[in-house]
T-cell receptor, first 114, second 115 residues
Framework: EAGVTQFPSHSVIEKGQTVTLRCDPISGHDNLYWYRRVMGKEIKFLLHFVKESKQDESGMPNNRFLAERTGGTYSTLKVQPAELEDSGVYFC????????????FGPGTRLTVT | SQQGEEDPQALSIQEGENATMNCSYKTSINNLQWYRQNSGRGLVHLILIRSNEREKHSGRLRVTLDTSKKSSSLLITASRAADTASYFCATVLLYSGAGSYQLTFGKGTKLSVIP
């Protein structure tokens, strides 16, 4: 079974540019999550999809971040325009219902905004 | 607000020794999970302990949970160089009737096992 995949693995962009991150969850997992870790700090929740619907987007920092999951399969997270403080590692995770919250994480996308 | 907080932030031990990492949290939980992250990789689920459990074992891992003190510990026995990684605790709360669980992570403990 393929795990959660993320693309790209690393992105370096200038302040003001746009970046789109992609996540492909484990097949059959309805739940998809985005998390972010800024260097040295805790892993913070961004949002949660159930199929194509946003269940909880309380962790999204501001309206420069837009997440989509059209068709309930893969998801994208767009940052536009990027700011320096957006730098960090963005993790995607997926899960099945009824497994007490166990998440399966992707390898992350390291975003560097210069 | 930050929930799980691991202690120590960094730990360096010799291969064969035991490693103990602690996690403190602030609110009620349904369960608590420990994850490992190897450099450049995603987090991998290690073990889950429910709020009504006090201790759980999985191979060389032993997890304890004290809900009265709102703390948990992860013990790795007979450590190996391959255990070198960051370890995170995640407190888990059921937050909706649809069975959705909210995970809150700490900053992690960076474990280095020296061969």
């Amino acid at each position: 079974e393929a795990g959660v995949t993320q693309f790209p693995s690393h992105s370096v962009i200038e302040k003001g540019q746009t970046v789109t991150l992609r996540c492909d969850p484990i097949s059959g997992h309805d739940n998809l999550y985005w998390y972010r870790r800024v260097m040295g700090k805790e892993i913070k929740f961004l949002l949660h999809f159930v199929k194509e619907s946003k269940q909880d987007e309380s962790g999204m920092p501001n309206n420069r971040f837009l997440a989509e999951r059209t068709g309930g399969t893969y998801s994208t997270l767009k940052v536009q325009p990027a700011e320096l403080e957006d730098s960090g590692v963005y993790f995607c995770a997926s899960s099945q219902a009824g497994l007490a919250g166990i998440r399966y994480f992707g390898p992350g996308t390291r975003l560097t905004v210069t | 607000s930050q929930q799980g907080e691991e202690d120590p932030q960094a730990l360096s031990i010799q291969e064969g020794e035991n490693a103990t990492m602690n996690c403190s949290y602030k609110t009620s939980i349904n369960n608590l999970q420990w994850y490992r992250q190897n450099s450049g990789r995603g987090l991998v689920h290690l073990i889950l302990i429910r709020s009504n459990e006090r201790e759980k074992h999985s191979g060389r891992l032993r997890v304890t949970l004290d809900t009265s003190k709102k703390s948990s510990s992860l013990l790795i026995t007979a450590s190996r160089a391959a255990d070198t990684a960051s370890y995170f605790c995640a407190t888990v709360l059921l937050y909706s009737g649809a069975g959705s669980y909210q995970l809150t992570f700490g900053k992690g403990t960076k474990l280095s096992v020296i061969p």
